[in-house]
């Protein structure tokens, strides 16, 4: 989809490097980029190889200035579900709907695949984010408390 010069497409090979680059940055918006142990390499084969997951990105003029990371999980609940694990837009392209073009289409592909339920997590101080979300129509649930482990190979 091209709209306002910017270009949403599926990420394809060699853009792995673009991306990487982006999560990092993410990493020190959400002030913990110390815990990135993923490597350019490894996102690769994720990516395009072993196919464990699936990004698009917004394009303009040639320069990746945003990314959706996502796969699909499921809800014994519901069935099928699609689960967003990062969405990013670098600061000096925000504000320009780039955002909104890229969560979009992750919810197109989200119906596309007929899956019952998107899900993501937001921190609570991200207070943009936030209201991105609500203006988006998502239920921000704070019932529900994230459980992680952690595993160091």
């Known amino acids: 989809m091209i709209k306002n010069n910017i270009n949403i497409r ?3 090979d060699g853009d792995e490097v ?40 917004a394009e303009k003029e040639g320069k990746i200035v945003g990314f959706a990371l996502y796969f ?41 695949r007929k899956v019952r339920r998107m899900d993501w997590v937001v921190l609570d101080w991200n207070e943009n984010a936030i209201q991105f979300y609500k203006n988006k129509g998502a ?8 459980g992680r482990l952690f595993f160091d190979y």
């Open 10 to 12: 599926k990420a394809k």
């Open 72 to 112: 699909t999980s499921y809800s014994t609940w519901k069935g099928k579900a699609l689960y967003l694990e990062d969405f990013y837009v670098q600061p000096e392209y925000r504000k320009f709907g780039y955002g909104s073009m890229l969560f979009d289409e992750v919810v197109k592909i989200a119906k596309e």
């Open 18 to 57: 673009s991306i990487f680059e982006q999560i990092k940055e993410l990493a020190l918006f959400e002030k913990a980029p110390e815990q990135v142990v993923n490597t350019v390499e490894q996102l690769k084969i994720d990516l395009f190889i072993d196919k464990v997951c699936d990004a698009i990105v």
């Open 139 to 146: 239920t921000l649930d704070p019932e529900w408390i994230n």
